[in-house]
């Protein structure tokens, strides 16, 4: 892979015209906002150093880093470390990479940047392209998974790894659940569980019965690049979140916020990322304290 080096010119932008809401947890506040972690996605693992609210980094971003270069960043704020599942999948359909490789990189960049909140395995989407891509089943999927988590648990133990539910149908769900459970691992008692193939459905309403499911048994759920209006209506179902949505935003709409001087749409944009950022808390606080039955 290519080695990343930031652009000398790149800096972090002043944030004087932002209110930034403050993202460590309060499980008492009435606030839901801070109830709920909200992990910022992006593409440039050098916010790492800078930013003021927690970041979600692709391994992949970070793999192009040289090792010993002075352009690795050091982490400043949390952070977690996502495995850039659905990209790999849809765009080979497999991982190029092995548990062992995987586990190495981790290790190295953790030496390096700082240790991560969590880091996910390599776990295998369900979406329909990927399967279709993949050429494999729901189950396939399930069961690879399942042996990245336990295989990289058992070699590399010292890393924060992510159990994952994958999965599409509400069954699968409960299936793959069942599956770690057989083999020995219960993730009920687990700090913070993934919730994946949630981010790119047409309807919202399967998130809300897979997650109350899992959350009314006391499972601490983090959701994979949920969308805002997903959140808006279950964000008290889950522990965290992240989302990398606002560069596709700026990219589809051609947005660019007055006073950026960089060229082009705003998506690199850190004003911009932390400007939707706000945006996506004001929905977590609009979502219902006490959320209906879903029937």
Same mark, same amino acid.
């Given at each position: ?84 599942? +659905? ?92 599956? +770690? ?52 209506? +279950?964000?008290? +179902? ?58």
């Amino acid at each position: 892979m290519p080695v990343h080096v930031p652009a000398r010119r790149a800096q972090w932008p002043p944030m004087h015209d932002l209110t930034i809401t403050p993202w460590a947890q309060d499980h008492r506040s009435a606030d839901p906002a801070r109830r709920l972690m909200f992990l910022l996605g992006t593409h440039r693992p050098w916010w790492l150093r800078h930013s003021p609210v927690p970041l979600c980094v692709s391994a992949h971003t970070l793999a192009a880093y040289k090792t010993g270069s002075a352009a690795m960043p050091v982490a400043g704020v949390p952070y977690a470390i996502d495995s850039g599942a +659905y990209t790999e999948i849809r765009d080979y359909g497999t991982w190029r990479w092995d548990e062992d490789t995987y586990g190495s990189m981790v290790t190295r960049l953790i030496e390096v940047c700082g240790p991560p909140m969590w880091v996910a395995p390599l776990d295998r989407p369900c979406e329909r392209t990927v399967l279709l891509r993949a050429g494999a089943s729901v189950f396939e999927h399930q069961i690879l998974t399942l042996e990245s988590y336990l295989y990289l648990v058992r070699e590399f133990p010292y890393v924060p790894w992510l159990p994952v539910l994958q999965g599409w149908s509400f069954e699968d769900y409960i299936r793959h659940d069942a599956m +770690y459970r057989e083999a020995g691992v219960f993730l009920g008692t687990q700090a913070l569980v993934g919730l994946g193939s949630v981010c790119r459905r047409g309807s919202i309403r399967p998130i809300g019965e897979i997650a109350k499911h899992f959350a009314e048994r006391g499972y601490r759920l983090h959701g994979f690049g949920l969308k805002t209006t997903a959140l808006r209506a +279950y964000a008290a +179902y889950f522990t965290s979140a992240d989302s990398l949505a606002w560069s596709e935003h700026a990219r589809r709409r051609e947005l660019r916020l007055a006073g950026c001087r960089h060229e082009g749409p705003c998506i690199n944009c850190a004003r911009w990322a932390l400007t939707w950022r706000e945006g996506v808390i004001a929905a977590i606080r609009d979502s219902p304290m006490d959320l209906p039955a879903l029937v």
